[in-house]
């Protein structure tokens, strides 16, 4: 039967655009040098977390078997939930499923004109996550995209609304995942004092890695005097799944009687919050691992922009390689593939026209002996011209 969707896949096909889904192959785990995931602090073999997800499964079964709304839940979540609010500093916390969701839900449920008596106004750094770009698309919010860390520019685009009395969001990622670099906090911090706008933050590539005890880059900021919503998953640093929010406790109530993601969907499984309970209290105990990262970070920035590569504004353990060349991306990371180095090939829409690049995810568990491995097959294809 013929459907429309034939035709988009058959002419995707015949670009680089087209995605497909790496093939698992059985290897050697000792020969392979993994740089394609964001299991950063290697937490996602972590034997204590593991213990206590099957010490769930154990006592409350597989499936959480309904939504939090309908039935009642076992008791990790609120002890989640508690711990999280006290780290982050903030009255209250809210577990989701997945950071998608959780953005998703989120932003559209703060967003909603019929609350806010008038369509909101959106400052949105021009790189932030698909799943935030999504939820204000779905919002119908007024949508003013500021570039990437400019707080110069944010700053124009704020005064240019100053006299305009609608609700007024800033948006950003604190980590930025395809890039690496670090959103401006304080100049963010300081510019919604001064504009009267609501901030809201995502976490999901700095939680279990920034600020105090790994808790994220907000951490390093009073944000008592500006009203805020944080985000952060549990999929990255803390190698397992699901997202918090972290926000005041009347923020909490309306998500639990607003966020659709949250009211109509089953609630995540008990062994999935049992291991993101364990995963965030052994974060504050992971300094030592935050220092290996970081210097591992700075090794391997200084070897490639030595080697003349282009990293962009990278100041953290995700480091791309921007080659623009799309073919060159896949052609790279398919070679690097068969030599049992493994990084992920971006291309656009994921990331801005032409600027396409492999993506570098240093994890704690890597070594110098792992970069040194790295930066020897790439001076291969460089001298031999393979791109
Ligand atoms: C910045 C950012 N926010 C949200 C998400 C979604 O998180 P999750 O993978 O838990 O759905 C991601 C995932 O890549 C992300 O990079």
């Known amino acids: 039967m013929y459907t429309p969707y034939q035709d988009y896949i058959?002419?995707?096909?015949n670009t680089l655009k087209y995605r497909k889904l790496p093939i698992f192959r059985q290897?050697?785990?000792?020969?392979?040098?993994?740089?394609?995931?964001?299991?950063y602090l290697g937490l996602?073999?972590?034997?204590?977390?593991?213990?206590?997800?099957?010490?769930?499964?154990?006592?409350?079964?597989?499936?959480?078997?309904?939504?939090?709304?309908?039935?009642?839940?076992?008791?990790f979540c609120d002890q989640l939930e508690t711990q999280i609010a006290l780290d982050k500093k903030t009255e209250a916390a809210l577990?989701?499923?997945?950071?998608f969701q959780a953005n998703f839900s989120v932003l559209s449920a703060i967003l909603d004109r019929g609350i806010l008596g008038g369509c909101p106004v959106v400052f949105s750094d021009r790189l932030n996550h698909a799943s935030i770009?999504?939820?204000?698309?779905?919002?119908?919010?007024?949508?003013?995209?500021?570039?990437?860390?400019?707080?110069?520019?944010?700053?124009?685009?704020?005064?240019?609304?100053?006299?305009?009395?609608?609700?007024?969001?800033?948006?950003?990622?604190?980590?930025?995942?395809?890039?690496?670099?670090?959103?401006?906090?304080?100049?963010?911090h300081a510019l919604a004092l001064k504009y009267k706008t609501f901030v809201y933050l995502d976490e999901a590539h700095a939680t279990g890695l920034f600020g105090i005890n790994g808790y994220g880059c907000?951490?390093?900021?009073?944000?008592?005097?500006?009203?805020?919503?944080?985000?952060?998953?549990?999929?990255?640093?803390?190698?397992?799944?699901?997202?918090?929010?972290?926000?005041?406790?009347?923020?909490?109530?309306?998500?639990?009687?607003k966020a659709q993601g949250f009211i109509y969907s089953t609630a995540p499984s008990?062994?999935?919050?049992?291991?993101?309970?364990?995963?965030?209290?052994?974060?504050?105990?992971?300094?030592?691992?935050?220092?290996?990262?970081?210097?591992?970070g700075e090794s391997f920035r200084k070897m490639l922009t030595e080697q003349g590569e282009d990293i962009g504004s990278s100041t953290t353990h995700i480091i791309p390689i921007i080659l623009k060349n799309e073919e060159s991306v896949m052609e790279i990371q398919h070679y690097l593939g068969f030599k049992h180095i493994y990084v992920s090939g971006i291309r656009p829409p994921t990331v801005p026209p032409n600027q396409a690049r492999l993506r570098i995810g240093l994890k704690a568990l890597h070594t110098q002996?792992?970069?040194l491995r790295f930066m020897q097959e790439w001076k291969k294809l460089r001298e031999n011209r393979i791109y």
Request: net charge positive.
């Open 10 to 13: 058959h002419t995707l096909n």
């Open 95 to 99: 577990f989701f499923s997945s950071g």
């Open 27 to 39: 290897e050697k785990f000792s020969s392979v040098l993994d740089f394609s995931n964001n299991d």
């Open 133 to 188: 770009y999504q939820a204000l698309l779905f919002s119908q919010c007024e949508w003013v995209r500021y570039r990437h860390l400019d707080t110069k520019h944010l700053q124009c685009l704020l005064e240019k609304y100053a006299k305009d009395s609608r609700p007024k969001f800033i948006v950003t990622e604190t980590v930025f995942g395809m890039d690496g670099d670090t959103a401006p906090l304080k100049d963010i």
């Open 218 to 257: 907000s951490t390093l900021q009073d944000w008592s005097q500006v009203p805020h919503i944080i985000m952060g998953t549990f999929s990255k640093a803390l190698g397992g799944s699901g997202a918090y929010i972290a926000c005041s406790k009347i923020l909490k109530e309306y998500l639990i009687n």
């Open 44 to 75: 996602s073999q972590h034997p204590k977390i593991l213990k206590e997800a099957i010490n769930a499964i154990q006592i409350y079964g597989m499936g959480a078997k309904s939504s939090r709304i309908s039935s009642i839940y076992h008791p």
């Open 369 to 371: 002996e792992d970069l």
């Open 270 to 296: 008990p062994c999935v919050v049992a291991a993101a309970l364990r995963a965030w209290n052994l974060i504050k105990t992971m300094n030592k691992e935050r220092l290996h990262l970081k210097s591992l």
